[in-house]
């Protein structure tokens, strides 16, 4: 399989691809190259564009604030790399998927002209009250930004975006059409070759399937969950097919939640959460598994 066949083969999963996993929140098919994926698409046709400022609860935000943006390191690192690829004064930079606006709230601190794309209303409108930022929520295929912002952008970014899309390839292509030449795509994502997700393959097939670990937490077939975990090779394949030159690919360590985030999905016991909520901490210290992975690539 190319990867200009995913997305193809995602419209069509049972006669592409092989079930493999049956987890709590999906079933994650395998192509016979290896991509992992699962059936489930979000119907982004109907999600209206104008940002519905009443989502906004006062619980969402404090989800946003104390969950969503709770590793503030990570938006540093994300603001530090951009600003190791381009100037950021007067650049013009947009955000897919920018969730409550933290990272680019950062850009535009340090001069950069921003944009973000959110689907989700809530994540839109505190973007928009807390950090008062332009944002949109017409997804990045649509003509809106198709035909109104055609090679307008020095950068682009998909903070943990691309697995949660429903065509990789389309999103990838539409991206390219409105970086200038010349701009950075810049993707940082899951990791499938990774100690995580292979852990989480090792325990469903020993367990047959009754202890599938971090699969679990991977693939969710809900509004804007995990659709495809790409590993590195994949990543690189794609990004080249739609015009990119890879100009980094690297795998590191992080983690977008609290550290109880993901034990919740794995146990469905508080109790062991708390039990063992100590000693993930201290692994964490110790060890630094690479579980994602950062791609930039330079539009050629």
Not at 15 to 39: P, Q
Not at 182 to 200: A, M, N, Q
Not at 273 to 291: A, D, G, Q, S, T
């Amino acid at each position: 399989m190319t990867m200009e066949n995913i997305d193809a083969l995602k419209k069509n999963p049972r006669e592409g691809g092989r079930l493999t996993y049956k987890l709590k929140n999906a079933d994650v098919f395998v192509s016979k190259s290896g991509f992992h994926f699962i059936d489930y698409l979000d119907p982004v046709e109907a999600i209206p564009p104008e940002i519905d400022a009443s989502q906004l609860t006062d619980e969402v935000a404090a989800y946003i604030e104390t969950q969503l943006q709770a590793n503030a390191e990570k938006f540093d690192n994300q603001a530090n790399i951009v600003k190791q690829h381009l100037p950021l004064q007067n650049a013009k930079v947009l955000d897919v998927g920018c969730g409550g606006g933290l990272f680019l709230s950062l850009l535009k601190q340090q001069g950069a002209d921003v944009i973000g794309i959110e689907l989700s209303d809530s994540r839109a409108q505190y973007a928009k009250a807390k950090h008062r930022l332009v944002i949109d929520k017409h997804p990045i295929e649509s003509d809106h930004w198709q035909s109104g912002y055609a090679t307008y952008f020095d950068a682009v970014t998909l903070w943990d975006v691309i697995e949660h899309v429903n065509y990789p390839l389309q999103t990838l292509q539409s991206v390219a059409s409105v970086l200038k030449e010349g701009g950075v795509l810049l993707i940082d994502t899951p990791c499938r070759d990774s100690f995580y997700h292979r852990f989480g393959e090792l325990t469903y097939r020993f367990s047959g399937g009754r202890f599938p670990t971090f699969l679990n937490a991977m693939y969710s077939s809900h509004l804007f969950g995990h659709k495809q975990i790409f590993s590195t090779d994949e990543m690189k394949q794609l990004f080249e097919s739609v015009g990119f030159e890879v100009v980094d690919l690297h795998k590191f360590h992080e983690l977008s939640f609290p550290y109880e985030f993901y034990l919740k999905k794995l146990f469905k016991s508080q109790g062991l959460v708390n039990l063992v909520l100590p000693f993930v901490r201290i692994f964490f210290k110790v060890f630094k598994i690479r579980n994602k992975m950062l791609v930039v690539g330079k539009k050629t």
